[in-house]
């Protein structure tokens, strides 16, 4: 991941400079008064205020960079007029090492987000297991092929939402209910219908699941710094659990299905 990161940064600053121009005639195009940015680095200008969005102020890479990230993010945060970090300030919070420690006089924390406002019922679980599938490719589809296989083994009514908002589909397989996308209105009537989680910790799932307060387990994407560590902080607390010492291998992190799913009936908020 760290070498791949290397290599793509060329790419990645051309595209920052790419999108800081554009914005620039959409300002003047559209008489825009204020831009906010969910961790856009080029989105700011001196023409008007604008705000940058980010939960991830140190952000959790490999030692190679680690130090030289932190500088460099730290100096696009500067260029904007405010950050808002989505998390608690205080010691009880979400994002801890994340979202916590040195910050810059423009940050601020604005408390958590979530695209729920409830916590979910627990009335009418029909659904023993449901997968939410997300990340990047090829990692997705690879998590949601191990997912379909490792479910067919089991006696229990499974359920999974593969992350593809492009299409909208719905099938059975075996003993699987199949959506490619959910809108936030089904999405969280499912989760309430589903006894347990499985889903990859990412931090916009953290907050999400705060909200829900539902169990879960979680599988950190392979390479995803981020991920393995917001495993590791909430994977013994709130009812959630987490598998943490991932093989290279993405095909192999099911390799303990069998434990995962004990310990999974076992857990309650």
């Known amino acids: 991941m ?3 990161m290397l290599l793509e940064f060329p790419k990645i600053l051309k595209r920052i400079r790419t999108e800081h121009n554009e914005l620039q005639v959409l300002i003047d195009k559209h008489k825009i008064d204020l831009t906010i940015a969910d961790n856009r680095f080029g989105l700011h200008t001196q023409k008007i ?3 940058y969005i980010t ?3 140190n952000i959790q890479s490999p030692n ?3 130090n030289q990230l932190h500088k460099i993010h730290g100096k696009y ?7 808002w970090i989505p998390d608690l300030e205080g010691k009880i919070n979400l994002g801890a090492g994340l979202s916590h420690g040195k910050i810059h006089d423009n940050c601020s924390y604005i408390g958590t987000l979530s695209r729920f406002s409830q916590k979910a019922t627990s009335e009418n679980e029909d659904i023993d297991y449901l997968a939410i599938i997300s990340g990047p490719e090829p990692q997705r589809s690879e998590f949601e092929s191990i997912i379909i296989n490792e479910f067919k083994k089991l006696n229990n009514k499974c359920a999974i939402v593969a992350g593809k908002p492009i299409t909208k589909n719905q099938k059975s397989i075996e003993n699987i209910q199949y959506f490619s996308h959910l809108n936030s209105n089904e999405l969280f009537k ?3 219908r589903s006894k347990k989680i499985i889903c990859r910790p990412g931090y916009s799932t953290i907050m999400d699941l705060s909200t829900l307060q539902k169990p879960a387990h979680f599988i950190p994407t392979p390479g995803q710094t981020e991920q393995e560590y917001l495993a590791k902080l909430h994977g013994k607390e709130n009812g959630w659990s987490a598998q943490n010492k991932l093989k290279i291998s993405s095909k192999l992190e099911f390799k303990r299905l069998p434990e995962i799913i004990t310990n999974l009936k076992n857990l309650n908020w």
């Open 2 to 4: 760290g070498l791949k």
């Open 49 to 51: 205020p604008c705000v």
């Open 55 to 57: 939960h991830q102020i």
């Open 64 to 66: 190679l960079i680690k």
């Open 77 to 83: 945060i500067n260029r904007y007029t405010d950050c």
């Open 190 to 192: 499912i989760i309430c």
